[in-house]
């Protein structure tokens, strides 16, 4: 059975008592309210990781994030984080490969392929971005541009490594736009990936792969695009910096 996952991608934003803040609450409303099947990811700036992994100490259903990675073990990359270093300070997962990272950092398929690896190798799960612009989406290639992101950053994968990976598809044209794929278009697009997956891995490694829907996911929409039967869960960005909002998306699960 694949994991349910819903992830916040806090971007560049909160100060540490903001987002010390917004961790309290979500803690305390995630133990309150939410399911045990759903596994929640909270995704603060390096710098705040240490501090929002002591106030969520205890929460057994959440997990710790960074919002990237180097793909060099150590050395001299002057303002960068390594893997090892996420791994020391008890994070589990990182997000490589969002299009914000591919559009204003210059990363490419072959680096978050590089990434992937540093990643895996100290054990951090990583939460793989992919998705299509506008131009690509009216294009009508979105399925072939979208599959190609995979191949070249993940299929060098082992089996039992792809296995550890999460994807998230983000079209690049809802993020942060207030627009959002239609559960349609998001189904009809896991659903290709899925078989995609399995065309390389097998049947079993495919249904076992979880893939996030993400791009403006609100309260409204989230039901809508987790009852789809390939979407399973979501990488929140704007509405994760709201507790209420946040929860209330983990909740329509
Ligand atoms: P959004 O961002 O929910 O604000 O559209 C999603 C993301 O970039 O991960």
């Avoid at 399925?143 to 950053?153: H, L, R, T």
């Avoid at 490594?161 to 998001?186: M, N, R």
């Avoid at 609100?218 to 946040?246: H, T, Y």
């Amino acid at each position: 059975m694949r994991k349910k996952i819903v992830a916040g991608n806090w971007k560049m934003n909160n100060t540490l008592e903001e987002g010390l803040k917004l961790t309290s609450e979500i803690v305390n409303m995630v133990n309150d309210e939410v399911n045990d099947d759903v596994t929640v990811v909270l995704a603060p700036p390096f710098i705040h990781l240490t501090s929002v992994k002591n106030s969520i100490n205890g929460a057994e259903k959440i997990y710790l994030s960074a919002q990237n990675c180097n793909e060099h073990p150590s050395g001299a990359y002057t303002g960068e984080v390594s893997a090892a270093m996420l791994n020391s300070i008890g994070v589990g997962y990182v997000i490589l490969g969002h299009s914000e990272r591919r559009e204003y950092f210059s990363e490419t398929n072959a680096e978050l392929a590089k990434k992937v690896d540093a990643a895996l190798e100290h054990n951090l799960t990583p939460i793989f971005c992919c998705g299509e612009s506008q131009a690509i989406r009216e294009n009508g290639d979105f399925v072939s541009f979208v599959c190609s992101q995979i191949k070249e950053s993940l299929f060098h994968l082992s089996e039992s490594d792809f296995s550890k990976v999460v994807i998230a598809y983000e079209p690049i044209w809802a993020i942060g736009t207030g627009l959002t794929a239609s559960s349609e278009q998001a189904q009809e697009m896991h659903a290709s990936l899925r078989t995609y997956i399995a065309d390389q891995y097998g049947s079993e490694v495919a249904d076992n792969t979880s893939i996030l829907y993400g791009g403006s996911a609100k309260p409204g929409n989230a039901p809508e695009l987790f009852a789809c039967p390939d979407v399973d869960g979501g990488l929140i960005g704007g509405a994760s910096l709201k507790s209420r909002d946040f929860v209330d998306i983990i909740k329509s699960y």
